[in-house]
Each structure stands twice: as structure tokens, then as C-alpha cells.
């Protein structure tokens, strides 16, 4: 089993910023997409940013230029740096691992991590 947790959700104000950091730990011999999903009240859930164990990053339209993505493979964390951040990006973000592989040629897995809040309010 592979368990993620999620820290530095919060409040910020319009235009601040904040950290989210994902930290994967269990039996993983590769994971092929760390990134991060975020769901807003009455939305579905979205795609913010991904990237790829080869450094390949995919970001959601509204967060470009103001969201940066980055991973630590060998820690099998990922983190997720938000600036000038807007009210509308107020939702509970969640940490998402695609097509983990536990040992070589198993079958792969996707997890999700419990969830974190973020507020961005004046």
C-alpha cells in the first residue's frame, strides 16, 4: 500500500502565496505521475498541475505562470509553489499519484491523498 500525505494548506490573501507539499511513503519502486488536483464547492474536481518521473510538467490555464510544480524523485515527494494567488483558486487540493508501480512489472495503482484546504480570501 502507498500512502500520501499532504501539509501547507491555509489562508493567504489575493496576491500571496502558499506551499503544498506531497510526500508518498509504502512499497514504491516507481511512480510515474505525481500532481495535483483541486476541487472547488459545487465543481469537480480538476487537474492544477503534473508532472512526470521525467521531469515533464502540465499545468491546468489558470495557474500558468503563477503555480510551479517540482518533484523529488528519489523522496517520492512533490511539491507545489502557488503565487499571486486569486479567490477563485479556493478549494480543498488533493495529492494524486498516477501508475505507481510497488516492483518492477507489477500492476500499477493510482492513490489520492486526504485532501488540504486553501483559502485565498481579504
Known amino acids: 500500500q502507498v500512502q500520501l500525505v499532504e501539509s501547507g494548506g491555509g489562508s493567504v490573501q489575493p496576491g500571496g502565496s502558499l506551499r503544498l507539499s506531497c510526500a508518498a511513503s509504502?512499497?514504491?519502486?516507481?511512480?510515474?505521475?505525481m500532481g495535483w488536483y483541486r476541487q472547488a464547492p459545487g465543481k469537480q474536481r480538476e487537474l492544477v498541475a503534473s508532472?512526470?518521473?521525467?521531469?515533464?510538467?502540465n499545468y491546468a490555464d489558470s495557474v500558468k505562470g503563477r503555480f510551479t510544480i517540482s518533484r523529488h524523485n528519489a523522496e517520492n515527494t512533490v511539491t507545489l509553489d502557488m503565487h499571486m494567488m486569486k479567490s477563485e483558486d479556493t478549494a480543498v487540493y488533493y495529492c494524486?499519484?498516477?501508475?505507481?508501480?510497488?516492483?518492477?512489472?507489477?500492476?500499477?495503482?493510482?492513490?489520492w491523498g486526504q485532501g488540504t484546504q486553501v483559502t485565498v480570501s481579504s
Open positions: 509504502g512499497t514504491i519502486f516507481r511512480i510515474n505521475v
Open positions: 494524486n499519484a498516477d501508475r505507481v508501480y510497488s516492483t518492477w512489472g507489477a500492476e500499477p495503482r493510482d492513490y
Open positions: 508532472v512526470t518521473i521525467g521531469g515533464r510538467s
